[in-house]
């Protein structure tokens, strides 16, 4: 407590943040693990269990954009702690009795689930901005990839503890554990952030949700792109080929996507390094377009060699994991670009703004990874993943080609 108290109070308000968003982040990770495995042992397809999910992607886009305006409004400490209080209500939603899980009662659940996602994070990275001097944009980049780095591992962990916690109390104690850990935090974090942080000086009206920054509106539309094409493979048509093709089962699928999602959110934690940070430089419009256009080549890299004779196995796992090192240097970029760009008056408009992007891409391709999957196969999905990539990469053209 003594060394705490030596920090400085921006310092001390981003390990509270990061402390919320960590928290928050295992949860998430982990009822999404939950609701698949115990669905799965009910009998549920693959595709009807990520129909379970298309609220949760749908209210995300919703909450970004309206996120962003009531963190403006009323400030950033309340939309985390709102965001933290809905997510202990929808995991509450979940301890009923079997009887009560209906499709429709869990949709309704990840729906909340994701109001709640969006808004803790959209209030964890606008919150950044306010901590670090705009002066400081080494320092800036550093923080940001730190946060979004260790969110991403903490997700990927967050999926072997639904699994074991799933193991051990069964599923309704399971989320009830979460929900108990999480309202503590919750109560914690009533105290701890600052009451003002992130409210704008002048109150935003609700016209002003869409934003009227070129350079921000660009890297929206980058965005929107880089995130459709990760998921149009990687949510539906990926642990259904792993399961169908290579007939792995349930814990072999689900543990090689978490050590994905770890691995991609330690590069991540450490993009900083590999983009040129270490030599005093920090990227602008001109990086995001080149590692963009680097990472474009290598889905439709991966379909020509499920086409030929090369070891499937070897080409497709190979291939995705070079996929997410790359794609996790492309998305920690954006996140450090967005909160860059963004106005520190009000901030969470342009940040909340950017995520219902992101949220967008991902929603675009949960819906096409299930339909072109089941079309056309798993080739398909990483053409249409390469295509998007290279929009991003396009796209990414508009940008201020040098740093701020």
Request: overall charge positive; hydrophobic content about 55%; aromatic content about 12%.
């Amino acid at each position: 407590m003594g060394m705490l108290a030596r920090l400085s109070p921006d310092v001390r308000q981003y390990l509270v943040v990061t402390g919320n968003y960590w928290a928050f982040t295992l949860t998430d990770g982990a009822l999404r693990m939950l609701v698949v495995l115990h669905f799965y042992s009910l009998g549920y397809t693959p595709l009807q269990i990520a129909a379970l999910f298309l609220f949760y992607e749908i209210f995300g886009v919703i909450t970004n954009l309206v996120g962003g305006y009531l963190g403006a409004r009323i400030g950033l400490n309340r939309t985390m702690n709102i965001g933290l209080a809905l997510q202990v209500i929808a995991l509450l939603m979940l301890t009923v009795p079997a009887e009560w899980l209906t499709v429709l009662w869990v949709m309704a659940a990840q729906a909340m689930s994701g109001v709640a996602k969006d808004l803790n994070k959209m209030s964890a990275k606008s919150s950044i901005k306010l901590l670090v001097p705009d002066s400081q944009q080494g320092a800036l980049y550093r923080w940001v990839a730190l946060l979004t780095g260790s969110k991403n591992a903490l997700k990927g962990v967050g999926f072997f503890l639904g699994g074991g916690l799933l193991a051990l109390l069964g599923f309704a104690g399971a989320v009830l554990v979460m929900a108990l850990v999480l309202a503590a935090v919750w109560l914690a974090s009533l105290f701890l952030l600052k009451k003002d942080l992130g409210k704008a000086t002048a109150k935003p009206k609700f016209r002003e949700l869409l934003s009227k920054s070129r350079r921000i509106n660009i890297l929206s539309g980058a965005r929107m792109f880089l995130f459709g094409a990760r998921d149009v493979w990687f949510v539906i048509a990926l642990p259904v080929y792993l399961s169908s093709v290579f007939g792995w089962d349930f814990w072999m699928v689900g543990g090689f996507m978490a050590c994905w999602i770890i691995g991609y959110g330690i590069v991540q934690s450490v993009a900083p390094s590999i983009t040129g940070k270490g030599a005093g430089r920090v990227p602008g419009g001109r990086a995001a377009f080149g590692w963009a256009a680097a990472l474009a080549l290598l889905p439709a890299a991966i379909a020509l060699g499920l086409y030929s004779e090369l070891n499937a196995q070897w080409v497709l796992l190979g291939g995705l994991m070079l996929f997410g090192v790359l794609f996790a240097v492309n998305s920690s970029l954006h996140s450090y670009l967005i909160v860059s760009y963004a106005q520190a008056d009000g901030v969470s408009l342009d940040v909340g703004f950017y995520y219902m992007s992101n949220a967008l891409g991902r929603l675009i391709g949960t819906l096409l990874s299930g339909w072109v999957y089941q079309a056309y196969g798993l080739e398909a999905c990483l053409w249409v993943s390469s295509a998007f990539v290279a929009l991003a990469a396009l796209i990414s053209l508009g940008l201020p080609k040098a740093a701020r």
